[in-house]
């Protein structure tokens, strides 16, 4: 009988340490995401090529639509010297289109960095880590 409860001790005490480890892991993933992972993923945002393709986008048509939005003052001045229309530089008629194209891009943007983080929901804290690193940085923190 004692034989018994102390195999039935032994198992809990296995049990436990098994418990304890998984807790401490759980800790060390909580305090790294809210420390180093949530920089990374925004880092991610930030640099990665979808942001800075939509972005690029909406400035460039921002700056066709300010363009064309300043011609008809530049227009009025260059009938004055009798510059016909199709030599004024900078207009485009379709930056308005343009545009609003771009906006809706950036709009509908989605990073999958962001996508695959419920993927990551049993993974270890390495993988995780590995997820929101940079591959083409060379980034160090890990």
């Known amino acids: 009988m004692k034989c018994n409860h102390e195999a039935e001790v032994e198992g809990i005490k296995k049990e436990n340490a098994t418990l304890k480890a998984s807790v401490d892991d759980l800790h060390a993933t909580k305090t790294w995401l809210l420390s180093e992972g949530a920089r990374l993923l925004a880092k991610n945002i930030h640099k990665g090529r979808e942001m800075t393709a939509v972005v690029a986008a909406v400035n460039n048509a921002m ?80």
Request: proline fraction near 8%; aromatic fraction near 8%.
């Open 63 to 142: 700056s066709a639509v300010g363009a064309n939005s300043g011609l008809p003052n530049g227009y009025l001045h260059a009938l004055k010297l009798k510059t016909p229309y199709s030599e004024v530089p900078l207009l485009n008629r379709n930056a308005a289109e343009e545009l609003n194209t771009a906006v809706a891009c950036f709009d509908s943007l989605t990073f999958p960095v962001v996508e695959d983080l419920p993927k990551l929901a049993d993974a270890p804290l390495f993988k995780i880590k590995e997820a929101l690193s940079f591959a083409s940085s060379g980034s160090s923190e890990k």
